[in-house]
Structures are given as structure tokens and as C-alpha cells.
T-cell receptor, first 118, second 112 residues
Framework: GAVVSQHPSRVICKSGTSVKIECRSL??????MFWYRQFPKKSLMLMAT?????????EQGVEKDKFLINHASLTLSTLTVTSAHPEDSSFYIC??????????????FGPGTRLTVL | GENVEQHPSTLSVQEGDSAVIKCTYS??????FPWYKQELGKRPQLIID?????GEKKDQRIAVTLNKTAKHFSLHITETQPEDSAVYFC???????????FGQGTELSVKP
């Protein structure tokens, strides 16, 4: 099956700093990737759709300037949490639809990044 | 907007019993319905999916049914085992690499 990686797996930072999370499709290309946020014992909340070569599409209520998304290549999307605060602490997971340019339905998830803001 | 409702939020069964989790969706354009299993601290893993042109799909002990008219779909796990214990999420999308909208999740506990 398709493999999606994320880096880092865990990050602790001070309030006010920015944190970048990378999502890579290892064995396929993805023109679209998705970023989710998950609180403990809660569901996955879609934050934004990352589009290769164009601007990301953000879900209602998600701050664009707070969560910067860049999809610079067909295998890499990055999420930058700017000026992080304790309320940004969460589990961030990306996904990519397998098939890339062929566009299929099946989405595979990265292992997630646990962000803790002190 | 799009919404997916999932029930129950928790489910406890004895090993060997069956477990059923139900979801309803609001967007009539949805045509792809995957189910994911997530163990604590790990990524969601796709366990089965169904498309709107199919009413039922089965893979060993797992089956999914879809009622397009009523806009609901269900996950059925038979002969449950302790290793089936996890959180299960249903989702819906309009397909073709479209975004997934997730249900609230069901924490399944299978007691030996």
C-alpha cells in the first residue's frame, strides 16, 4: 500500500515560536494532501486541503495566517504553526489520496505529529 | 455544511460477539465511504470502504452496508477479538481524491 510519512513525530516548543511539520508521500505523487487536527479522544477535524502549486483551501474557522500550508512538490506538503500558543497543542495528521495524478478515493494517513506548546 | 453522525460513541462486547457501528451523512453528493481503525497514538488505518454503486461489501470478518436513500451506512464486525479493540471512524467524501468528513468515532472494547 501507499506510504505517507510525517516529520517530526513529536515536538515541544515555547509559546510564540513557529513549528513546521512535513508530510511526504513516499512511493506515489499527490497533487492534493489534507491536514487534520485531532484532540485526545476526539475525531479528526479537517483543517485544510493542500494543493500542489496553488493556495491551500482552508475549512471554515481555521486561521490561514496561523496555519500556513505549502505544497511545493508532488510529494511534500508542509504545515507551519506560526506563533504557537498552548491552545495549539494537538495531534496533527496529514493524508494523501493514493493514485496522485490519477486521483483515486483511498486516502492514506501519515503517523501524525504530537505538538506541545509550553 | 457536510456532516457525518456516528453512533454509538462507545461499544463494549464480549469476545466472539458481533459489533455494529452506524453512521449517517448529510451530503447527498457523497459517494465514497471509508472506515478507519485507530489505535491509541497511531495513525488511522483503512479497514474497508464502499462506493455508492454498491450496497454491501465484505472482507473476512468485516462488512459494510450502505443505504443511499436513507443516507446511512454501517460497519459490522463478526467474531470479535480483543485485538479489534480500538477507535473506529466512519467518513464520507464526494470521491476522486476529495476531502473526507469524519464521524465522531466509536471506541470499541472487546472483552476476553
Amino acid at each position: 500500500g501507499a506510504v505517507v510519512s510525517q516529520h517530526p513525530s513529536r515536538v515541544i516548543c515555547k509559546s510564540g515560536t513557529s513549528v513546521k511539520i512535513e508530510c511526504r508521500s513516499l512511493d506515489f505523487q499527490a497533487t492534493t494532501m489534507f491536514w487534520y487536527r485531532q484532540f485526545p479522544k476526539k475525531s479528526l477535524m479537517l483543517m485544510a486541503t493542500s494543493n500542489e502549486g496553488s493556495k491551500a483551501t482552508y475549512e471554515q474557522g481555521v486561521e490561514k495566517d496561523k496555519f500556513l500550508i505549502n505544497h511545493a512538490s508532488l510529494t511534500l506538503s508542509t504545515l507551519t504553526v506560526t506563533s504557537a500558543h498552548p491552545e495549539d497543542s494537538s495531534f496533527y495528521i496529514c493524508s494523501a489520496p493514493f493514485g496522485g495524478l490519477a486521483r483515486t478515493d483511498t486516502q492514506y494517513f501519515g503517523p501524525g505529529t504530537r505538538l506541545t506548546v509550553l | 455544511g457536510e456532516n457525518v453522525e456516528q453512533h454509538p460513541s462507545t461499544l463494549s462486547v464480549q469476545e466472539g460477539d458481533s459489533a455494529v457501528i452506524k453512521c449517517t451523512y448529510s451530503d447527498s453528493a457523497s459517494n465514497y465511504f471509508p472506515w478507519y481503525k485507530q489505535e491509541l497514538g497511531k495513525r488511522p488505518q483503512l479497514i474497508i470502504d464502499i462506493r455508492s454503486n454498491v450496497g454491501e461489501k465484505k472482507d473476512q470478518r468485516i462488512a459494510v452496508t450502505l443505504n443511499k436513500t436513507a443516507k446511512h451506512f454501517s460497519l459490522h464486525i463478526t467474531e470479535t477479538q480483543p485485538e479489534d479493540s480500538a477507535v473506529y471512524f466512519c467518513a464520507a467524501s464526494s470521491g476522486q481524491g476529495g476531502k473526507l468528513i469524519f464521524g465522531q468515532g466509536t471506541e470499541l472494547s472487546v472483552k476476553p
